[in-house]
């Protein structure tokens, strides 16, 4: 049996640098990286400790991928109602209001449309048929919900693959800020981005170039705040010289036409930004349109 103390290095690393420690690990299908302004070792190690096992318990419970978990069973239920928690509940309401502020466009409800469609060089376009048949069970004003039970149709799966990573983001952050509030870090889960704590020299982060992923096409100098990063860099495949993001239109079954190679939003908190990033994603040619609306910073790359 593995020690606890061996498990612990399998599961991530810390390292020293001039300005304080870099953990990191992998959840959430994703790179995770803590970057911690600190000088202390054990305070470090404490801090990432507590950025994985909370990065961890998230992906356990909301992953899609991983059978007999708590969203395994809610997407099981066929049609009875279910007991909820009051995270969950939560995370519901904040997908209702992005379903109603996309005009239906983001909707968790698309898990059966998103079992269809991988996203790897080998990918193959799945079948119109199969494609219509999984669509007519989407649609998120169908689910019935409050702060104790939900209740859906028979066939319709939740995926929170839109939301999780992000809110696991702010999880963390938030975390570390109450436990440590005069400590600066940087949560970086695959390019989602939280720093809790105001820091006097900022961070600075690349953004990625879609088309030289071994550059940064700018670098951004962040304080405090959170920035989130939707696009097809790393997930797509083509069929016939076209190429196929990983973004997927619920109302068509397909990846939205025309949409940016990333889009990259500055927000309060990392989900905001999120939710605001996905939704230009799903505007396809209108993506930026629809973030200068919003009054918010953002990058986009096409």
């Not at 494609?131 to 998120?140: C, H, M, P, Q, R």
């Not at 409050?146 to 799966?157: A, Q």
């Not at 436990?179 to 720093?195: H, K, Q, R, S, W």
Request: glycine fraction near 6%.
């Amino acid at each position: 049996m593995m020690s606890t103390s061996s498990l612990k290095t399998a599961l991530y690393s810390l390292q020293r640098r001039d300005w304080g420690y870099v953990g990191e690990f992998r959840a959430m299908a994703s790179p995770c990286e803590i970057l911690i302004a600190c000088d202390q070792l054990d305070i470090a190690d404490d801090m990432l400790d507590m950025a994985v096992t909370e990065a961890l318990r998230i992906e356990h419970k909301y992953s899609r991928f991983i059978a007999q978990n708590y969203l395994w069973q809610l997407n099981h239920a066929y049609g009875h109602k279910q007991l909820i928690d009051e995270e969950t509940w939560q995370l519901l309401a904040f997908a209702k209001q992005c379903f109603q502020l996309s005009d239906g466009l983001f909707d968790i409800s698309a898990g059966p449309l998103m079992e269809l469609w991988r996203f790897d060089p080998k990918a193959q376009l799945p079948e119109h048929a199969r494609i219509l048949a999984a669509k007519a069970l989407v649609g998120f004003e169908r689910i019935e919900f409050d702060s104790r039970h939900i209740e859906m149709p028979s066939g319709m799966k939740l995926d929170f693959g839109g939301i999780a990573k992000e809110y696991a983001v702010d999880r963390v952050a938030y975390e570390l800020a109450e436990c440590y509030p005069d400590i600066p870090v940087l949560v970086n889960f695959g390019g989602d981005i939280a720093c809790p704590v105001p820091k006097v020299n900022p961070w600075q982060v690349g953004i990625e170039d879609p088309r030289h992923l071994d550059r940064a096409a700018s670098v951004l100098a962040i304080s405090q705040g959170a920035l989130a990063t939707s696009g097809d860099t790393r997930r797509f495949f083509e069929v016939d010289g076209k190429r196929y993001g990983h973004i997927v239109d619920p109302r068509t079954g397909y990846p939205v036409v025309q949409a940016p190679r990333s889009v990259t939003v500055l927000g309060p908190n990392c989900v905001t930004a999120g939710m605001l990033a996905t939704m230009a994603m799903l505007q396809g040619q209108d993506a930026e349109a629809f973030l200068q609306q919003q009054d918010v910073k953002f990058s986009i790359f096409r």
